[in-house]
Nanobody, 114 residues
Framework: QVQLVESGGGLVQPGGSLRLSCAAS????????MGWYRQAPGKERELVAAISSGSTNYVGSVKDRFTISRDNAKNTVYLQMNSLKPEDTAVYYC?????????WGKGTLVTVSS
């Protein structure tokens, strides 16, 4: 089993920054994929960023603003979010994909508003 705990969400003004963290515990493979999805009110959940074996991918709307990274020693994945926009407002969910299974955190709310 894998447990994921997110932290770092909150209220920020447009143009501001936040850093999300997700600590994974349990049986963790360093060869897994870790990443972040988000779900805005009234919208479907979308992939924001993922990292696997050093390679990363991002949804187009966050490229050049968000950076995903991971610390394998701490089993933690990070999402540095800069130049935040109101449309980035959503619940952000951490996920891990390994051995054919998905694991999800409970989510952390990010609100971008003046």
């Amino acid at each position: 089993q894998v447990q994921l705990v997110e932290s770092g969400g909150g209220l920020v003004q447009p143009g501001g920054s936040l850093r999300l963290s997700c600590a994974a515990s349990g049986s963790i493979s360093r060869f897994n994929t870790m990443g972040w999805y988000r779900q805005a009110p009234g919208k479907e959940r979308e992939l924001v960023a993922a990292i696997s074996s050093g390679s990363t991918n991002y949804v187009g709307s966050v490229k050049d603003r968000f950076t995903i990274s991971r610390d394998n020693a701490k089993n933690t994945v990070y999402l540095q979010m800069n130049s935040l926009k109101p449309e980035d407002t959503a619940v952000y969910y951490c996920y891990v994909y390994q051995y054919g299974m998905d694991y999800w955190g409970k989510g952390t709310l990010v609100t971008v508003s003046s």
